[in-house]
């Protein structure tokens, strides 16, 4: 028979087992699913593991924009640096070259694969990290 001094160290360490396991288990959840965001520019810097899930934001070059069917080339930009992008899919209504954009995918050969393309919503948006992308590289002009 245990003493109940035994006992109760024996509860405190079962509790607190549980307690580190629940949290290791919470923060690799988070790990899984976070996302970073780069600029074209950034990318040029940074050692990007092919699988690694990433945001990439920028402004879509004028003329760089082919159909193919379903598949879908532009060039994003931060005015320092450009990135292809090479997307399957429909694109969301409010895509327009010259305007901001961020793409969620992964790169590929140097190439940008996305599978998810987030456009802005109006002439005043523009996703928080290009703007401040934009602006870090002197380029930037608000919508008028």
Known sequence: ???AKHQRLLWISVVGALLILSATLILSAFDDNLVFFYSPT???SKTIHPDQRIRVGGLVLESSLQHNGTQISFTISDQVNMLPVHYEGMLPDLFREGQGVVVEGHLQDGQFMAQSVLA????????????KSLKEHGVWRHAE
Do not use: F, G, R, T
């Not at 802005?120 to 703007?131: L, S």
């Open 120 to 131: 802005k919503h109006d002439e005043n948006y523009m996703p928080p990290e290009v703007a």
């Open 42 to 44: 950034d990318l040029q």
């Open 1 to 3: 028979m245990m003493k």
